[in-house]
């Protein structure tokens, strides 16, 4: 059975930092592609991040661009996101998902339950 | 980048009811559309990708259609179990957009 589950969410303050960890577990890791995607209180999904297989191809959002970072450690089957100089605006859950295929298709059968994170002083 | 945008954004049906939701995009993405449902608390459920192609496990009531700008999601006979937030999101380009959502309440 897949199961992703997402860690190191929490308070921190404005223009700090943070990093999101998935441990993946019931598929070989490396087979596949990844993702994280955001949802703000109330509010739709943002897909914020994914990363190709061998770490060879990555997208993120526009929001996002130049502050997160997405990596992978495909001998410890995780998936990380670095989150530098958070803004109020980041304050969401973030969820880790699976890709269908090794290469960044999109298509994501299997999620997290997420992990919340609040940017706020 | 590419938008997305969905009509309507909020859908009061009854149980029984055929629902339609479309999803237009701000230029063509061919057929690289995926559909999302997600309940209160719970994470996304993919139910349509490649536009058209039903996800293993999803019922036959859900069904996909279009390509290039404009795409429709169907449900055939609402059923309770059904009363959802639907997204949509291409995947034709970086960053991969999702719609803003339809909400699919019990009238």
């Known amino acids: 059975e897949v199961q992703l589950v997402e860690s190191g969410g929490g308070l921190v303050q404005p223009g700090r930092s943070l990093r999101l960890s998935c441990a993946a577990s019931g598929f070989t890791f490396d087979d596949y592609a990844m993702h994280w995607v955001r949802q703000a209180p109330g509010k739709g999904l943002e897909w914020v991040s994914g990363?190709?297989?061998?770490?060879?191809?990555?997208g993120y959002a526009d929001s996002v661009k130049g502050r997160f970072t997405i990596s992978r450690d495909n001998a410890k089957n995780s998936l990380y996101l670095q989150m530098n100089s958070l803004r109020a605006e980041d304050t969401a859950l973030y969820y880790c998902a699976k890709d269908y295929y090794d290469i960044l298709t999109g298509y994501a059968a299997h999620w997290g339950q997420g992990t919340l994170v609040t940017v706020s002083s | 980048d590419i938008q997305l945008t969905q009509s309507p954004s909020f859908l009061s049906a009854s149980v029984g009811d055929r629902v339609t939701i479309t999803c237009r995009a701000s230029?063509?993405?061919?057929?690289?559309l995926a559909w999302y449902q997600q309940k209160p608390g719970k994470a996304p459920k993919l139910l349509i990708y490649?536009?058209?192609t039903l996800q293993s496990g999803v019922p036959s009531r859900f069904s996909g259609s279009g390509s290039g700008t404009e795409f429709t999601l169907t449900i055939s006979s609402l059923q309770p179990e059904d009363f959802a937030t639907y997204y949509c999101?291409?995947?034709?380009?970086?960053?991969?957009?999702f719609g803003p959502g339809t909400k699919v309440d019990i009238k």
């Open positions: 230029q063509g993405i061919s057929s690289y």
């Open positions: 490649a536009a058209s």
């Open positions: 999101q291409q995947l034709n380009s970086y960053p991969f957009t």
């Open positions: 990363i190709s297989w061998n770490s060879g191809s990555i």
